[in-house]
């Protein structure tokens, strides 16, 4: 594995991921997307789509970002969305407690002292009048979004149990420390499906949704030695679980390596019961025989900034390609920013460039994410694509002109065979598994 600092530098270098406000000297825990970067975000979260919010039983919705505190107030978090903070005596830096190794001052080796607990919320205020009437907050997780919108859902749609609602967007936590690049960050994006069930099926469900997101993973190349199941002991389960799972990544941040990457929890009855007192309106179910209930919930939770870390660790590799040393991402290519990249062999041959740019724009209009490169000899534009991880890399040459055919190179292999220009499309679908 390869260090998280080795990652960032390549992310910063080719356009994946920049620190946020760089010019003004940088805002701690918050993350530019620059376009490589948001073309693999935004495939991770096509991806999760196609297990998730595809099922003809789950329903896409997306939630406000201000929330009301009365939905926090019910939910526990203005109580209890805390982490344990202590501050060093000597030059009054604050820490998470639960992230400290030792019980000194990882800045000064000065006494840590307890603070108190810190609530993780960005508060605001909504309207002119800047008093505790108008104190709103930031989300920190889309779930809330979700369980408010439970009966809207039922009464447009008429959904039986079970069925779930999906959301991706933005949450935002005041990090007391955020740290490790895009691992703890202040500002990131959820996808989060939460699976309303009858209670008695509720433990089958999450050993379905368990066993569905390790699968959805390793079926985009994650290598299984780097990803595992983490089950809680019932003494450190969440009052309102009786089942968690995480699925952890080898972020290399633990002792034995491996960290948080996605959360599955059964979280009974817990949220719909909470804001139905909260709004004293009744939020229930019914069964394809007509039994009304409460349901329990069961939620996987992916960060997917988290994920996109993980998966750029997993594809990172250093290795030689005909004698040269190259770095390389393994992406699978459903997942790569660009799927293809076409080429004209020499740039000062008009010919060339013409046969090129037909090719180009012809694909451009049946798959999508395909680059176009022309610079420098053919040696390093397939070194560049290597780098951010384009799967086929496509060059028109003489032959090209006499038989329609192009050279098809493939990034890991660097295997090169000869494709029909009309066969292009077909050949990129395959390689896609769609």
Known sequence: ???LETISQLAKRRGFIWPSAELYGGM???WDWGPLGLKLKEHIKREWRRQISRREDVYEIETALITKQDILAASGHLKHFTDPMVGCVKCHHKFREDELDEKKCPDCSGTLEADRPFNLMFKTHVGAKEDSSAETYLRPETAQGIFTNFKNVIDALHPKLPFGISQIGHSFRNEITPRNFLYRSREFQQAELEWFASPEEADMWFQFWREERMRWYLDLGM??????FFDYPRTELAHYSTATTDLQYRFGLSVDGFSELEGIANRTDFDLKAHTEGSGTELMGETENATKV???VIEPSMGVDRATLAFLM???TEDELGGEKRVVLKLHPRLAPMTAAVFPLLKNKPQLVEKARSVYTSLRESIDDIAWDDIGNIGKRYRRQDEVGTPWCMTIDFQTLEDDT???RERDTGEQIRVGISQLETY???GLGV
């Open 1 to 3: 594995m390869y260090s």
């Open 28 to 30: 701690s825990g918050f």
């Open 223 to 228: 290598s299984p030695n780097n990803i595992r």
């Open 294 to 296: 409460v349901p329990y």
């Open 314 to 316: 997993d594809a990172y």
């Open 406 to 408: 192009v050279t098809v």
């Open 428 to 430: 990129i679908r395959k």
